[in-house]
């Protein structure tokens, strides 16, 4: 899995409690993204970082932060977990975003299935 | 607005026959085209992707996949199925917005393909 590591991968927590997950990377990507998968609704982006401290939104980012404070690490944080986030979560890294060459592929993590009661 | 469509949930096929998955996407200026691949309990990998140029691209563990830009469409396909293609698929389009400016990527919903024996 491109040197990507995600964890825990398996956790089951409570509505209301906080959560994190971490997302490590060994490649020394700049570009690191998280998803959600949910059937019926393929994946989808939450938040995505440009480099260390720099992040941005993506589609569905309500309920969710994030935070990198190495290349290496990028951190999603549900602070108070609902139900509707119970969802298999997956980090992707790139080394580039310009288009048009191998650099902008995204490379997938092995997914952390969340379960919140 | 930009999309990703997969039309088909489930695509059975017999062991050596040939095999579609198809790929339809809405997307304004030029398309950047990914196939990915996801395994059970896995994350996706990468199969190919369509930058620019030839119509048919290929990709890993013998895919393919035609570009048709009148169609609108990236079909995934491979001459002879194997029982261990047996996995879920995504297509996946670059969005397009801010010129291209980020890497975000939107997903179909993807398409389960069953080898039989």
């Known amino acids: 899995d491109a040197g990507i590591t995600q964890s825990p991968r398996h956790k089951v927590t409570e509505t209301g409690t906080p959560v994190t997950l971490r997302c490590h990377q060994t490649?020394?990507?700049?570009?690191m993204y998280w998803y959600r998968q949910d059937p019926g609704h393929g994946l989808r982006l939450i938040h995505y970082?440009?480099?260390?401290?720099?992040?941005d939104k993506g589609e569905v980012s309500d309920g969710y932060s994030v935070s990198r404070s190495k290349t290496e690490d990028f951190l999603l944080t549900l602070e108070s977990a609902t139900s509707s986030q119970t969802s298999v979560y997956f980090c992707?890294?790139?080394?580039?975003?310009?288009?048009?060459?191998?650099?902008?592929?995204?490379?997938f993590g092995p997914g952390t299935r969340l379960t919140v009661l | 607005a930009q999309s990703v469509a997969q039309p088909e949930d489930q695509v059975n096929v017999a062991e050596g026959n040939p095999l579609t998955v198809k790929c339809t996407y809405s997307?304004?200026?030029?398309?950047?085209l990914f196939w990915y691949v996801q395994y059970p309990n896995r994350g996706l990998q990468f199969l190919l992707k369509?930058?620019?140029?030839?119509?048919l691209v290929k990709g890993s563990y013998g895919f393919e996949a035609e570009f048709n830009k009148s169609q609108t469409s990236f079909h995934l396909k491979k001459p002879s199925a194997l029982v261990s293609d047996s996995a879920l698929y995504f297509c996946?389009?670059?969005?397009?917005?801010?010129?291209?400016?980020?890497?975000?990527?939107?997903f179909g919903t993807g398409t389960l393909l069953a080898v039989q024996p």
């Open positions: 997307v304004s200026g030029n398309p950047y």
């Open positions: 996946a389009v670059r969005d397009s917005r801010f010129g291209g400016a980020t890497n975000k990527l939107i």
């Open positions: 992707a890294i790139s080394e580039s975003i310009v288009p048009g060459t191998s650099l902008d592929t995204q490379y």
């Open positions: 970082s440009y480099g260390v401290k720099d992040t």
């Open positions: 369509y930058i620019t140029g030839d119509n």
């Open positions: 490649e020394n990507h700049r570009y």
